[in-house]
């Protein structure tokens, strides 16, 4: 009996050891998260998203951002890392490039070229006879870890989110884990960059953002809106800031929308001066909660993964105007459709990016 019990008191103090001391990548900050306001008023409970239509696309997996170019085909990335060609409708698939990184977001310039954000590379121009060159990897000498996405400007300018400058996809297992360490960790090192094609500068925009993701340019192409997924807001910060600490009240940096019932991820310019933004997961109160326990969220990663606080699936996107208000919310509750990061609108078609889906989801308008 005796035994027994040295045995087990042992091994608790060796659980105990293990939860509190084992080494965990993350340095959890300390914040105040928003009371969630769940999905009322203008996201009020629907199923608008629900039942879309499928496109397959064979093996591949994860239709991340989606571009229906002017040369009339349809550009998606997908978890391979390739990027495929298609025709609206899903048909003729190729693959047009494969980067041999994992590119996010992408735009296209003046000449044609599909401009890049790859996680793993930095910020690539892809010309339409794919050859493939690295325009950027680097600002003030320091790599350009985590590309997420890219918008490009009537001028040329292109601006790119560096979502972390903590976790690199390329080191700590893939994109999605990337950015659930920095998430978790809150550390806000996320930022905004310009890169001048015709100077070939680039430059800090904006810094100390949590989680910087979904980049989209108003109209007059002064202002950038900014999706910090960390903490669940987007932002409205000037083209012409400089090195800007979005942590410093500044007239050049404001928020649009703050305590959104989810995680927000890509921006889209949508038509009729719409912009659509996606939501990869909704809020989790158990997270929430643990904003203000940076000793628990190191805890928590010593846990096994299936332990993990890891939000449900639940679709939902929604369109809004450059002035913040809500003109569109569609939600599928079910979340067969999972993490929908944005929404790709033609005269014809909503299509539903997605992170992981099985195949590329779209509905009729």
């Known amino acids: ?74 550009y998606t990335t997908v978890a391979s890392g390739n990027i495929l060609r298609m025709n609206p409708d899903g048909s003729a698939q190729e693959v047009f490039a494969t980067t041999g990184g994992r590119v996010l977001g992408f735009d296209f310039d003046a000449a044609g ?19 493939i060159t690295v325009l950027t990897d680097k600002v003030d000498e320091e790599p350009i870890r985590y590309a997420d996405a890219v918008i490009v400007a009537a001028n040329g300018k292109m601006y790119v989110s560096d979502a972390s400058t903590r976790f690199a996809p390329a080191r700590w297992g893939g994109t999605f884990e990337a950015s659930v360490l920095d998430i978790i960790e809150q550390s806000a090192t996320g930022r905004i960059l310009e890169y001048d094609p015709a100077t070939q500068a680039t430059r800090i925009v904006a810094k100390g953002l949590s989680f910087a993701n979904g980049v989209a340019l108003s109209q007059d192409e002064q202002t950038l809106f900014v999706n910090e997924t960390g903490k669940y807001r987007v932002w409205k910060i000037s083209v012409k800031a400089s090195n800007l600490d979005v942590a410093q009240a500044n007239p050049q940096a404001t928020v649009l929308f703050d305590n959104l019932p989810g995680y927000p ?12 933004l996606g939501f990869a997961k909704p809020r989790n109160p158990t997270i929430d909660q643990l904003a203000t326990q940076p000793f628990l969220r190191k805890l928590t990663l010593r846990l096994p993964r299936a332990l993990w606080p890891i939000p449900k699936a ?26 929908t990061t944005a929404v790709t609108e033609t005269r014809e078609r909503l299509y539903v990016q997605s992170l992981h889906g099985k195949g590329l989801g779209w509905l009729a308008k």
């Open 1 to 74: 009996m005796k035994k027994a019990a040295w045995v087990l008191g042992v091994l608790v103090l060796a659980l105990a050891a293990y939860l509190s001391l084992w080494p965990v990548p993350i340095e959890p900050v300390s914040w105040n998260a928003p009371t969630a306001p769940g999905y009322v008023g203008a996201h009020a409970v629907n199923n608008k998203l629900a039942g879309l239509n499928m496109i397959s696309l064979g093996a591949e997996e994860g239709p991340e951002h989606i571009v229906v170019a002017k040369d009339g085909k349809l």
């Open 265 to 276: 991820d890509n921006l889209m310019r949508g038509l009729d001066g719409k912009i659509w």
């Open 113 to 131: 070229n599909l401009v890049a954000a790859d996680a793993v590379k930095g910020l690539l121009s892809i010309s339409p006879d794919r050859k």
């Open 314 to 339: 639940y679709g939902h996107v929604m369109a809004f105007t450059e002035d913040g208000k809500v003109v569109a919310d569609l939600q599928d509750p079910s979340g067969a459709y999972p993490e």
